[in-house]
Nanobody, 122 residues
Framework: QVQLGESGGGLVQAGGSLKLSCAAS????????MGWFRQTPGKEREFVAA???????YYVDSVKGRFTISRDNAKNTVYLQMNSLKPEDTAVYYC????????????????WGQGTQVTVSS
């Protein structure tokens, strides 16, 4: 099993920045891809960004140029630097871990954190 724990959420004004962190523990060698998803009430969980073990990254179009995903494999930690935040970025952000084949689909990830709230005020 792999345990994931997010931190770094909070309240920020539009145009501001936040950096989310996700620390993994347990059988971390089984996780190749780390991803970030977000969810608002009544909506499906939305893919935000993902990073493979080798550093290849993927982003949803709406965050390209504003968000940066990175990872420190030695620390088993993945980060999401969020800049130029907009009110529509408000959501609960979830960290996810999965195999090399994990994609932008939530179902392709095996492990999930508990989520951290990000609120962007206008």
């Amino acid at each position: 099993q792999v345990q994931l724990g997010e931190s770094g959420g909070g309240l920020v004004q539009a145009g501001g920045s936040l950096k989310l962190s996700c620390a993994a523990s347990g059988r971390t060698f089984s996780v190749n891809t780390m991803g970030w998803f977000r969810q608002t009430p009544g909506k499906e969980r939305e893919f935000v960004a993902a990073i493979r073990w080798n550093g290849v990254t993927y982003y949803v179009d709406s965050v390209k140029g504003r968000f940066t995903i990175s990872r420190d494999n030695a620390k088993n930690t993945v980060y999401l630097q969020m800049n130029s935040l907009k009110p529509e970025d408000t959501a609960v952000y979830y960290c996810a871990g999965g195999p090399r084949t994990s994609t932008g689909a939530a179902i392709s990830y095996e492990y999930w954190g508990q989520g951290t709230q990000v609120t962007v005020s206008s």
